[in-house]
């Protein structure tokens, strides 16, 4: 599939005729009317295009008009009512030239995350504020002892919202605090990123205000809070601060074989079309069921050359532990965040994550 003007899109198809769920393909995802009553120009010009197809896949192409409107658009084209047909899955992309959706993509990316964090080689550490129920108090000084010990990034757990024991103002208020005195005694550059988890009004007013209070980076639900609120967040030059993309009530997209959107795709292409400079998803061996494949190709799609999108950093987690990092290294290479969260307290959390920070560096 060669890049043009429009975008290309394979779906892969089980247990039903190719050829028809390619023509239902076409028609739903643009016109969703009878192909056959439509004016002959629509039917040239704006109804899908199919461009290939084999047993198993069809290749369908849509028109740069077809397009208009953004990311939004883009999504409701790539896996609208497609998604609800049974045995389809997009399994690649050709998106057209950059002219054509105007996305700037990630704001920082690979570069720009190290240029922050002045870490210009090693994988750079991040980790989760947990557990819930801890107070705000609690967690600033969890936050604390992380950044001392030399983790690069202290997120807000995702399901940290505005519970009634560490509310969101106090908990950002204290652990934004508590990271730059650390950073001011180590001479380090950790950023606390808290959680949006908030109601939809508030998402871009709660991002300034986190900002305000001190916060170096925010962590987005796109699942939740929608992939275009994260854009706009990182579209924001005002507010000019890394996002981080969560994949919660992501996993119904990517987990059936013969059902839903490629891990890749959703986890590296969609989040660096809305702007995640870093893409938290499960990494293999630990509570969740992601293959070494699938992992591997989280990591290609967030490099992956894509225009002028600029790389977003692989962000491997979902029970991983410091004995694993060598073996992690080995998968995702250097241009990684290796997330590391509920078992540096087994032990002693600050010999656990200055660990961690001597595991990356020996490896650099």
């Not at 609120?229 to 013969?258: C, K, N, Q, T, Y």
Request: glycine share 10%; proline share 6%.
């Amino acid at each position: 599939m060669n890049a043009t003007d429009r975008l290309h899109v394979r779906y892969r198809v089980t247990g039903r005729d190719a050829d028809e769920v390619a023509e239902a393909i076409r028609v739903e995802q643009t016109i969703e009317f009878p192909a056959d009553l439509a004016a002959p120009w629509i039917q040239e010009e704006i109804v899908g295009r199919v461009e290939d197809r084999d047993t198993d896949s069809v290749v369908v192409s849509y028109a740069p008009g077809v397009l208009a409107g953004g990311l939004t658009q883009l999504l409701n084209v790539l896996w609208g009512n497609v998604s609800i047909f049974e045995g389809v899955r997009v399994v690649d992309v050709r998106l057209p030239d950059d002219d054509v959706l105007g996305l700037r993509g990630p704001r920082f990316g690979v570069a720009g995350m190290r240029e922050l964090l002045a870490a210009p080689r090693r994988a750079l550490l991040a980790t989760a504020l947990k557990p819930m129920g801890s107070s705000a108090a609690e967690l600033a000084e969890v936050a604390r002892t992380l950044a001392v010990a030399g983790l690069d990034i202290i997120k807000d757990d995702h399901s940290l919202g505005d519970q009634p024991w560490a509310p969101w103002r106090e908990r950002v208020a204290r652990c934004a605090e508590a990271v730059r005195e650390a950073n001011s005694r180590t001479g380090g550059r950790a950023l606390y990123m808290p959680s949006l988890n908030v109601p939809a009004p508030e998402v871009q007013e709660r991002a300034h205000e986190a900002k305000a209070l001190g916060a170096g980076a925010l962590l987005v639900l796109p699942g939740i809070s929608g992939f275009d609120a994260m854009r706009a967040l990182a579209d924001d030059d005002e507010l000019a601060l890394p996002v981080m993309s969560h994949p919660s009530m992501l996993g119904s997209h990517i987990v059936s074989a013969s059902q839903g959107i490629a891990h890749g795709l959703l986890l590296g292409l969609v989040n660096r079309l809305a702007g995640a400079d870093l893409c938290v998803f499960p990494s293999h061996g630990g509570r969740f069921a992601f293959s070494p494949e699938q992992c591997a190709e989280i990591r290609d799609e967030c490099a992956a050359p894509r225009g002028r999108l600029a790389p977003a950093l692989p962000a491997p987690g979902g029970g991983m532990t410091v004995e694993r990092l060598p073996e992690l290294l080995d998968l995702y290479g250097r241009d990684v965040a290796l997330l590391v969260g509920g078992a540096l307290h087994r032990g002693d959390l600050a010999t656990n994550a200055a660990r961690m920070r001597e595991a990356v560096e020996s490896a650099a």
